[in-house]
Structures are given as structure tokens and as C-alpha cells.
């Protein structure tokens, strides 16, 4: 590990890991294990990617909130630790061919992804907007760099401690229409993904989202990330976050049966099996 700092209400971790660097591209994700050898926690933890670097041979940034026993270990650690991490793991962002107008829309530390899509945009010649959002200032993540990088960067908090009082999706179909917006990428809790989505399909423009499901795996094993996504085909498939995602296009996700299994999915007990074929 190189070097870890806090960022507001977020710790930052920066890893030397050339192998991840390299193949990393926006919207993948990293697998970490916690709690060292002799540890209890035999699953590791899930972070997108906040950064990559070609400095050291390659490094990799991750951001998180301590919230249990796993990320109040990894907040502990200190320069020179070593880390166990599996990476670049998952589906990245798909990018457009075309040279766009794109708004980032992205809630508490979820925004930590957007700033990789925001710079490979901007490289094809997109023009990016960013809407970030959190209960509290201390709790928006990247507001100076979305500054830096966007064209317009509209802050919401639920307090109204900066900038707008509200919530990502109070502001977003103003600032759509605004910038005349041709696509939307989005990250956080799901609860703002399936906000985002909606305003979205409301103006018909596209929107991709990186879904946030705990993954226990990170490698496509153990099925704990798995939700209800519809195919090319219109058949409703219980599908993998981590394999499959975390990147997935917004309608295409059935936000309200997230956490069940929708009686007409394939393979559903009692319902699914009949879409088979």
C-alpha cells in the first residue's frame, strides 16, 4: 500500500498494483480482503475504482465509509501495509462514439467512480455535467473536482449545508434540460440509481448506472449480489452484479423487486420456467 488519507467523512486508500492498473478501465471494481491472515472475515469487500495512476508501475485509489468490523480494519491501515486485492473486476462503462453531452450524476461517496468516466469522456471529445449529492457537505465526495472537470457541477444536500437543498434527482431534470443532455451515467444507492433511471426514461435519453449490492465474492461464486435484470429479449434474468455488472443500463434493472426474485424471472419458483426457451 502506498498511502491512505481521509477525504471529509471518506478514507481514501491508494495501492501499488500494476497488474490492476493496467487492464483498469472506468466502472471496474476491486475485491479486497480485510481483517489480515488470522481473520474471521473470509469475504472480502467491494470498491469501485476512484483512481488509477501510472505512478510505482500503476496504482489504484478506492474510497469508503467505515461502517463495520471490514472497513473499520482497512481504515486502520497505514503506509507500507500490504493489501490483498483481486482487481479489475467486473463490466465497465460502456463509452459513446460519438462526442455527446453527458451528465455524472453521483450520491455520497458513490461519485468516487465518476471522475475516471468523466476524464475517458471528455477524451472522446464529450461534454460532461455533474450533479452530486448527500445528506450533508461532509458527505459529497469530489465537489472541487467535479468543479475542475465539468462544464457545470450542481451540489445538492438534504440539509441544505451546500448548495441546492434536496437530493440529486430534485435537480436533475433541470439540469438535463439545461445542458440538453444525450446520456446519463449514474452512481450510488440504489434508492438514487432508480431516481435517476426514472428521470432519465422521463426525457429518453439513455442512462447507465453502477449498481451498489454487497458482493461477497467479486468473482461470479456465490450469488450473493444477484438482481432482477431484463434481457435484449425482454425475459427477466436473475443476474450478477459483479459479473454482469456492476454496469447496467438503468431500465433495463427492475429497481422495485430488487432484493426478491420476480415470480416471472427465468427459473422463478413457480412462475419463471415458462419463459424458458
Not at 485509489?61 to 472497513?71: A, C, D, K, M, Y
Not at 475517458?120 to 475542475?148: E, I, K, N, T
Not at 472537470?149 to 440539509?159: I, N, P, R
Not at 465474492?217 to 431484463?230: A, N, Q, R, W, Y
Request: glycine letters at 12%; hydrophobic letters at 40%; a neutral charge.
Amino acid at each position: 500500500m502506498l498511502t491512505t488519507r481521509r477525504v471529509d467523512a471518506y478514507h481514501a486508500l491508494t495501492v501499488v498494483a500494476p497488474g490492476i492498473a493496467e487492464r483498469f478501465r472506468p466502472g471496474h471494481f476491486v475485491a479486497v480482503a480485510v481483517g489480515g491472515p488470522n481473520t474471521s472475515m473470509l469475504t472480502r469487500r467491494a470498491f469501485s475504482v476512484h483512481d488509477v495512476k501510472p505512478d510505482y508501475g500503476g496504482t489504484v485509489e478506492f474510497v469508503f465509509s467505515p461502517r463495520g468490523p471490514g472497513t473499520a480494519w482497512l481504515a486502520e491501515r497505514r503506509a507500507r501495509d500490504t493489501l490483498d486485492l483481486v482487481g479489475p473486476l467486473g463490466r465497465p462503462f460502456p463509452l459513446p462514439r460519438d462526442p455527446v453531452t453527458c451528465v455524472l450524476v453521483g450520491a455520497e461517496h458513490g461519485s468516487a467512480p465518476l471522475f475516471t468516466v468523466a476524464d475517458a469522456l471528455q477524451r472522446r471529445g464529450c461534454r460532461v455535467d455533474f450533479v452530486l449529492g448527500a445528506a450533508s457537505a461532509d458527505r459529497v465526495f469530489g465537489a472541487l473536482r467535479a468543479r475542475r472537470m465539468g462544464e457545470t457541477t450542481t451540489l445538492t444536500t438534504e440539509d441544505g449545508s451546500l448548495g441546492m437543498r434536496g437530493r440529486v434527482t430534485d435537480v436533475l431534470p433541470g439540469v438535463i434540460a439545461d445542458v440538453r443532455a444525450d446520456a446519463v451515467y449514474a452512481c450510488g444507492p440504489m434508492s438514487v440509481l432508480r431516481g435517476v433511471t426514472a428521470v432519465a426514461v422521463e426525457f429518453d435519453i439513455p442512462v447507465q448506472v453502477a449498481v451498489e449490492e454487497r458482493m461477497a465474492c467479486g468473482i461470479g461464486v456465490c450469488m450473493t449480489c444477484v438482481l432482477p435484470v431484463i434481457g435484449d429479449d425482454g425475459v427477466t434474468r436473475m443476474v450478477r452484479s459483479c459479473v454482469e455488472g456492476p454496469v447496467f443500463r438503468g431500465e433495463r434493472v427492475r429497481f422495485d423487486d430488487v432484493g426478491t426474485i420476480p415470480f416471472d424471472a427465468l427459473g422463478a419458483p413457480g412462475g419463471g420456467t415458462r419463459n424458458a426457451g
